[in-house]
């Protein structure tokens, strides 16, 4: 096939790709962890000495923050990213394959470029005026805004990996990672929900 050995070569690059991504999710999740422990610790003290302080506070969002953006990527690798599930799983699998190539290519990616092309003198500019919060004892906010052009470059190349591997399920490259049934965190919930609900009655 011609352009085959190209695909090849490409489809090894969106598995590195992911490699990292998915690595890069799994660490940052742990931030979840660290933003309940800052919570709890500054309500304690807030109880018990009462003092507190608004850096706290900032570092909670800061900290969610980062995991709701960089996790974006990990996300769309293990396709738990929103879609309109009833609408899609009315297709054939090969029209939703097509309707994912399109989407990343001419909506996830170009909305990631503009993402990343506005956001970088955004951060530059708070960086530049050494921008911190208005509220007293608050974090530098340029930390913050630093945050979403990285975030958007992950997934900027993650989405170049997804349009990589669709075309290469298309043309029967490689077996659809998502060929079969799928079973979805908020599905695999409302089911547990159900079985429990049914128990009781």
């Known amino acids: ?20 991504n998915t690595k890069l999710g799994k660490y940052i999740a742990w931030l979840l962890v660290l933003a309940v422990v800052v919570s709890t610790t500054n309500a304690i003290v807030r109880k018990l000495l009462n003092q507190s302080s ?6 909670q969002w800061y900290l969610f923050g980062a995991v709701f953006l960089f996790c974006a990527a990990w996300t769309l690798i293990a ?7 009833i609408v899609n799983n009315l297709f054939s699998r090969r029209a939703r394959n097509w309707v994912d190539l399109i989407g990343h290519t001419f909506a996830l990616l170009p909305f990631c470029i503009i993402m990343v092309w506005t956001s970088v003198p955004f951060f530059l500019t708070s960086y530049r005026l050494n ?18 052009p990285l975030a958007f470059t992950v997934l900027l190349i993650q ?8 075309i290469g399920v298309i043309r029967g490259e490689i077996p659809d990672p998502y ?5 979805h965190a908020a599905e695999a919930e ?12």
């Open 54 to 59: 608004n850096a706290w506070l900032e570092l």
């Open 131 to 148: 921008e911190t919060s208005f509220a007293a004892g608050g974090l530098p906010q340029w930390i913050a805004k630093g945050l979403i």
């Open 190 to 201: 409302a089911k547990r929900l159900l079985e429990a609900i049914e128990k009781k009655s």
């Open 1 to 20: 096939m011609p352009g085959g050995n190209n695909l090849r070569s490409l489809l090894a690059i969106s598995r590195a790709i992911d490699a990292v």
């Open 79 to 85: 396709n738990e990213h929103i879609r309109i599930d």
């Open 159 to 166: 989405a170049i990996s997804e349009i990589i591997k669709r």
């Open 179 to 183: 060929d079969g049934p799928q079973v």
